[in-house]
T-cell receptor, first 117, second 111 residues
Framework: DSGVTQTPKHLITATGQRVTLRCSPR?????VYWYQQSLDQGLQFLIQ???????AKGNILERFSAQQFPDLHSELNLSSLELGDSALYFC????????????????FGPGTRLTVL | TQLLEQSPQFLSIQEGENLTVYCNSS?????LQWYRQEPGEGPVLLVT?????EVKKLKRLTFQFGDARKDSSLHITAAQPGDTGLYLC???????????FGTGTRLQVTL
């Protein structure tokens, strides 16, 4: 158990819909990262928040948005869903600000499996 | 174009065999990490290497960072079924950059 929790574990929805994925980081971790993992694209970095502020952006679509709340939990909002958005979405947390290297270990949650029908 | 290419993509071996997984790039990385991911779970960090030529050992796993910091390898000695999983390398181009993950190597170790 990494200490990072994600809900829901599974989500099935239809094209055009909007969903919200939730992540609670490890106690004390200020950085939250969101990743998308699909069979053809592998694990892709989407966005990082540090202590409530956006810190780095990756391959995140305009239809997707995220935020980190004062209690440090984070939500990833996916809208106008398309079939190609079906994937595993992971949240990770770490204690420091950087993108992840050296002592900055990222702890991954169990993921949310999104299926768009 | 993937920044980090891993080979092989798939590997199926028997218990007791040795194996090496490679992670290659044309870019120079500030540091490189290796993760293992099991079905239904998120990736778990195995090791971080930061110095060119560095070798780190974790029980039966040996990790090496290339001298030029463009490539890395993971060698497993006497593989066990518990080693089964998806192995991912991930690199950071600089101290402030995000992690870029490799294409992954799916390992299956059978009895």
């Amino acid at each position: 158990d990494s200490g990072v929790t994600q809900t829901p574990k599974h989500l099935i929805t239809a094209t055009g819909q909007r969903v919200t994925l939730r992540c609670s980081p490890r106690s004390g971790d200020l950085s939250v990262y969101w990743y998308q993992q699909s069979l053809d694209q592998g694990l892709q970095f989407l966005i990082q928040y540090y202590n409530g502020e956006e810190r780095a952006k990756g391959n995140i679509l305009e239809r997707f948005s995220a935020q980190q709340f004062p209690d440090l939990h984070s939500e990833l909002n996916l809208s106008s869903l398309e079939l190609g958005d079906s994937a595993l979405y992971f949240c990770a947390s770490s204690s420091i600000k950087g993108g992840g290297f050296g002592d900055n270990e990222q702890f991954f949650g169990p993921g949310t499996r999104l299926t768009v029908l | 174009t993937q920044l980090l290419e891993q080979s092989p993509q798939f590997l199926s071996i028997q218990e007791g065999e040795n194996l090496t997984v490679y992670c290659n790039s044309s870019s120079v990385f500030s540091s490189l990490q290796w993760y293992r991911q099991e079905p239904g779970e998120g990736p778990v960090l195995l090791v971080t290497v930061v110095t060119g030529g560095e070798v780190k050992k974790l029980k039966r796993l040996t990790f090496q960072f290339g001298d030029a910091r463009k490539d890395s390898s993971l060698h497993i000695t006497a593989a066990q079924p518990g080693d089964t999983g998806l192995y991912l390398c991930a690199g950071a181009l600089s101290t402030a950059s995000k992690l870029t993950f490799g294409t992954g190597t799916r390992l299956q170790v059978t009895l």
